[in-house]
């Protein structure tokens, strides 16, 4: 594995306007309303690896996914995949070559293949519009890649209803494999599978990996999956990381006092009867976020500059407290893992 | 034992199709004490809810319950009319569902509709109702209750509606509350606080609970006892603790094996070959049959029953009481430490799966 990041995000940002109608603003005599839903986010993953992002409703960790695959343009920063910038104007021919090796899998795989098309030809769309086999050949290469996912060629004929929500991500999969992609973006793949089936896609997901060399950036807000899934671990909070740390360290060594309140939060399946820290509150509004850190709020070692300033990501924490050694005091217990 | 709070006996509900009678649930059996938590567990498609619908006498038609008896403090109520049905939901049984925003009608006030529900079933007047409706907006956590009763649902996050829709359920003091995935749709901080609220609140009052939910970890942290579905069926259900941690059912085994978790980063998750049947191509015998690597001649031919593990000898039918009991052939096959069986498999499993 080289060290040289193949996905760089640098300070990527995203603000969506949601203000009201013209009208209705003018009425009310209102501003605009913008909602900075990705916040300077500045992330690299080496290649081979599986990057997390992790983070509850609203962080804005689906909206990186878009942006990094370019289904929506960042408001400002950069996202360079093996050297080529996804937005700079000059990359434009690397680009459109570099496109084929990026794919995406959705969270509903219901939702995410057309209904009316035979699973034989949505695998195959990705093949034939890039020309990655002759026409004759494409139909093996199909069953080739349904073999690869665990279904069969056979099932090449049949359309997406007649699958199950697993069998259908399995699709999903194939046909992101289809493209011979090897970075592809997954917004929690397994969100809306049951857990049995969750594992199998879970494990099938890491077979490929290590048999194709992928590179994955995962979103999922399930912290339980991650620490399955992922060698490095970001943790978004409205929008910013706030954490990131390889997988074991950020379980064993959690810094952030959100990350702390996240593992703390996470249902005990072991019943070690660790001492639970009662959570407070929730996430406030993304339109109107606290000043500051925006989780000073929330956060039981929050103090005046915490409410001024927005905290660095520095050594892979954005906390003043934790810069400031504020945060290893005992009001904030170690979770045991491992 | 003094007597259950909720006993459901031998249930089964069938959906009456033009290919035929789906039968959603198969003689599922269990009961509830005062106070107690049964959390019921299962994938899509288990039954998990349609047993909470039938409880409540919610099964809408072509679907109905067939047989079985379900009894609210030893009184049948499955086969009450619907306007006497009526009058024991929403008082003696309270409802919890997974989206808070269905569950609250979006043109009335919060307040409104606690002063209703409140006035439906207790005799109180407006200003006494109004007063109730304050200290349970309080006892579920809301913040300046006075205030925000007078706000509509929208302005209330997921959280607080949730715990809104929670002091709904409670306000006519019922003796059971039905739970289904209340957490579901929740954020894990705020599911935190709700798992959190809901098991005080129960306590408190001695309020029986069903909750139905996909996630173990919720049951877990939640549940005294559980029942594990699986096709309509009950096929373990125990004490909380023992089910997590000593599973004997080998489906309950390669569920609990297949969760991902905090403590255990393994390489691979055990995983069970295939999915749930549907209920139009439920196997004969076991349910479990197809997917169970101990499949044996008699589990094809034969249902097992679920019984408790000292009611194994004598052979006595009443599985559901008290005690760790499962419905699997294994456990009556002389000669076979079905435990060991199962509870190694947990391991093997992870370490031969192949996923392509």
């Known amino acids: ?338 | 034992m003094t007597e259950p709070v909720l006993s459901v006996r031998d249930l089964c509900v069938e959906f009456v199709t033009r290919r035929g009678v789906l039968r959603a649930l198969d003689r599922v059996s269990f009961d509830i004490g005062k106070g107690e938590v049964l959390g019921v567990v299962g994938e899509s498609g288990a039954g998990k809810s349609v047993t909470g619908s039938a409880v409540i006498g919610l099964i809408e038609p072509p679907g109905r319950i067939a047989s079985g008896e379900v009894l609210l403090k030893g009184e049948r109520i499955d086969n009450l009319s619907p306007e006497r049905l009526r009058h024991i939901r929403g008082k003696r049984i309270g409802m919890v569902f997974q989206d808070p925003l269905t569950s609250l009608n979006p043109l009335y006030r919060v307040g409104e509709q606690l002063v209703q529900t409140i006035r439906t079933h207790l005799p109180l007047n407006a200003a006494q109702a109004r007063e109730r409706a304050i200290e349970l907006l309080a006892e579920v956590g809301i913040p300046a209750p006075e205030r925000r009763i007078d706000g509509y649902p929208h302005e209330f996050s997921g959280g607080m509606r949730q715990r809104v829709v929670l002091a709904l359920a409670l306000c006519a003091e019922p003796e059971l509350v039905i739970a289904d995935e209340p957490t579901t749709a929740l954020d894990v901080s705020v599911q935190a606080q709700i798992i959190t609220l809901l098991k005080r609140i129960c306590r408190e009052r001695g309020t029986a609970v069903m909750l139905i939910t996909h996630d173990m970890g919720v049951i877990a942290e939640t549940a005294d006892r559980v029942a594990v579905m699986y096709a309509g069926r009950v096929a373990e259900i125990g004490p909380v603790r023992d089910v997590v941690s000593r599973p004997f059912h080998p489906y309950a085994a390669g569920l609990m094996g297949s969760i991902p978790t905090l403590e255990t980063a393994s390489e691979r998750l055990v995983q069970i070959p295939g999915s749930m049947p549907r209920l139009n191509a439920i196997p004969v015998g076991c349910a479990f049959n197809p997917r169970c690597p101990h499949t044996y001649a008699r589990c094809v031919v034969e249902r097992p029953e679920l019984l408790g593990r000292g009611e194994r000898a004598s052979g006595s039918h009443d599985g559901a009481g008290a005690g760790h009991a499962v419905a699997c052939h294994l456990y009556d096959e002389p000669g076979v430490d079905a435990e060991a069986l199962v509870q190694r498999d947990k391991v093997a499993a992870a370490a031969t799966g192949s996923a392509a």
């Open chain 1, 1 to 338: 594995m080289s060290d040289a990041a193949f996905v760089q995000i640098r300070d990527l940002r995203r603000v969506f306007d949601v203000s009201k109608p013209w009208l209705e603003r003018t009425l009310a005599r209102e501003g605009h309303q913008l909602l900075k839903a990705v916040d300077g986010v500045t992330v690299s993953i080496r290649r081979g690896e599986t990057f997390a992002l992790v983070g509850e409703s609203g962080s804005g960790k689906s909206t990186v996914a878009r942006m990094v695959v370019g289904l929506l343009p960042p408001s400002a920063g950069e996202v360079v995949i093996d050297g080529v910038s996804m937005t700079a104007a000059k990359d434009a021919a690397a680009r459109k070559k570099l496109r084929r090796r990026i794919q995406m899998i959705f969270q509903d795989p219901y939702a995410s293949l057309d209904p009316r098309w035979r699973v034989g030809r949505i695998i195959a769309e990705p093949i034939r519009a890039f020309g990655l086999a002759k026409e004759q050949g494409v139909e093996a290469r199909v069953g080739e890649l349904l073999r690869l996912v665990g279904l069969d060629p056979a099932d090449a004929a049949k359309f997406p209803h007649e699958f199950s929500g697993g069998q259908r991500q399995r699709i999903a999969i194939a046909r992101a494999l289809a493209a011979e992609a090897d970075f592809i973006v997954c917004d929690e793949p397994t969100s809306a599978l049951d857990v049995s089936v969750q594992a199998q896609i879970l494990n099938l997901m890491k077979d490929l990996q290590e048999r194709l060399g992928l590179t994955y950036l995962f979103i999922s807000h399930n912290l339980a999956v991650v620490r399955h899934m992922a060698a490095t671990i970001g943790v978004m909070y409205l929008g910013r990381v706030v954490e990131v740390a390889p997988a074991r360290q950020l379980f064993s060594h959690p810094r952030h006092p959100y990350t702390r309140m996240l593992l703390d939060a996470v249902p005990d399946l072991a019943m070690s009867g660790r001492p639970r820290t009662p959570v407070q509150g929730e996430i406030p509004n993304p339109i109107s976020p606290p000043s500051g850190c925006t989780f000073n709020p929330r956060c039981a070692l929050a103090n005046d500059r915490c409410r001024r300033e927005v905290p660095p990501l520095k050594d892979g924490t954005a906390c003043h407290a934790v810069h400031e050694g504020r945060a290893d005091s005992q009001d904030m217990p170690e979770i045991a893992a491992g």
